[in-house]
Structure formats: C-alpha cells, structure tokens
C-alpha cells in the first residue's frame, strides 16, 4: 500500500514540476501566439486591439524584428489575430 501512494505522490510531482516548465518556456518564448483571456471575453474587436497592443510591447521591449512587427500588425490590420508558421 506504501509503494502505491509513493508512485502516485510521485506521478502527481512530477506532472506539476513539468508544468511548471512548460509555463516558463512559454513565457520567456518570443512567439506568443494567444490571445489575453479577458479580451477574448469582451469580443473580436477587443481582442485585435489586445493582440495589438502585445505586438507593440513585443517591439518596444526588443524581442521581435521590424519585419515581424510589420507583418504581424499587418495581419491585425486584416482582422486576423494570429499569423500561421512561426514569425
């Protein structure tokens, strides 16, 4: 009975470690292809202009080019939130 709540307790260990990484390789990624959760709640438009302003963060702070920036506020411009492949 022991052995079994060891491999459980440790299953459930190393499933928060793991996420654990995953969220912060996520957020130190420069891709960030999401959308903030409460601008999906308020509608589409609040969305683009989320993704808007996150591009524009992105830019200022340095981690995406100017070519990126372009095309990715380009494709906002299209009303579209994201951009398929990575840029």
């Not at 052995?3 to 499933?15: C, K, N, P």
């Not at 996150?54 to 990715?72: A, E, F, M, N, P």
Request: aromatic share 4%.
């Amino acid at each position: 009975m022991d052995a079994v709540v060891a491999v459980v307790v440790t299953l459930i260990g190393t499933l928060i470690v793991a996420a654990i990484l995953y969220d912060l390789v996520r957020m130190i990624t420069t891709d960030e292809a999401r959308c903030p959760p409460l601008a999906r709640l308020r509608g589409r438009r609040a969305a683009l202009e989320a993704a808007e302003r996150w591009c524009v963060g992105l830019r200022l702070h340095g981690q995406i080019g100017s070519s990126t920036y372009q095309r990715r506020m380009s494709a906002l411009a299209r009303g579209e939130r994201t951009i398929s492949g990575r840029t």
